[in-house]
């Protein structure tokens, strides 16, 4: 299994300014994604993060919004971009290895980036 | 569109009972189902995952079951327990391809000693 660490773990921000969150992993993956998780609500995928070449983003948010960058295959980074109220939610990165679906595994999630926008 | 749901959205039951967390899926074309459970302030910790091929998987104290055909999955846990608390989602994948995870929107569980 892989072994997810995310940065910071949890932030408290104001409207208009910008946070990059920080997923590493403890070994080389094919695939890395970013979810949200607001308020009383499941998860839903932001975007794929792609090793050398744009991130691939979910109907409804943008790279304005949620740049992301991937420069290797165990680590990825997430921006939210002048922020305001309705950004406050858990950002969690998850990761997935061609290997892990031979075997039948699951994707890895980390253990989330709490975010409150003031 | 794929959809998924659980019902209920909050249960809390006596220490030691049996109980049934249900979770549905409007698209029967799956390549797996996953149960997760979520604990406050940690990550998601796979419990079962069920491949479309496959009717159950059980680990422990829990089972989960796959009808594929009428887009439902059932978590059994046996005998709960107080550290059975905690946020249970629901998750089905499309494809293999690096296919993302849609998410029912949890049950919510507490265990009362």
């Known amino acids: 299994s892989a072994v997810i660490s995310q940065k910071p773990s949890r932030d408290i921000c104001q409207r208009g300014t910008s946070l990059t969150i920080q997923c590493q992993v403890d070994?080389?993956?094919?695939?890395m994604f970013w979810y949200r998780q607001q308020p009383g609500q499941s998860l839903t995928l932001i975007a794929t993060?792609?090793?050398?070449?744009?991130?691939?983003?979910e109907s409804g948010f943008v790279i304005d919004k949620f740049p992301i960058s991937r420069p290797n295959l165990t680590f990825s980074t997430l921006t939210v971009s002048n922020m305001s109220p309705e950004d406050s939610s858990i950002y969690l990165c998850?990761?997935?290895?061609?290997?892990?679906?031979?075997?039948?595994?699951?994707?890895?999630f980390g253990p989330g980036t709490r975010l409150l926008v003031l | 569109k794929q959809e998924v749901t659980q019902i209920p959205a909050a249960l809390s039951v006596p220490e030691g009972e049996n109980l049934v967390l249900n979770c549905s899926f409007t698209d029967s074309a799956i390549y797996n189902l996953q149960w997760f459970r979520q604990d406050p302030g940690k990550g998601l910790t796979s419990l079962l995952l069920?491949?479309?091929?496959?009717r159950e998987q059980t680990s422990g104290r829990l089972n989960a079951s796959l009808d594929k055909s009428s887009g439902r999955s059932t978590l059994y846990i046996a005998a709960s327990q107080p550290g059975d608390s905690a946020t249970y989602l629901c998750?089905?994948?499309?494809?293999?391809?690096?296919?993302?995870?849609?998410f029912g929107q949890g049950t919510e569980l507490s265990v009362k000693p």
């Open positions: 993060a792609n090793q050398g070449s744009e991130a691939t983003y």
């Open positions: 998750a089905v994948k499309r494809d293999n391809q690096g296919g993302k995870l849609i």
């Open positions: 998850s990761v997935e290895d061609w290997r892990q679906l031979i075997r039948g595994e699951t994707q890895y």
């Open positions: 070994s080389q993956v094919t695939m």
């Open positions: 069920i491949q479309s091929s496959q």
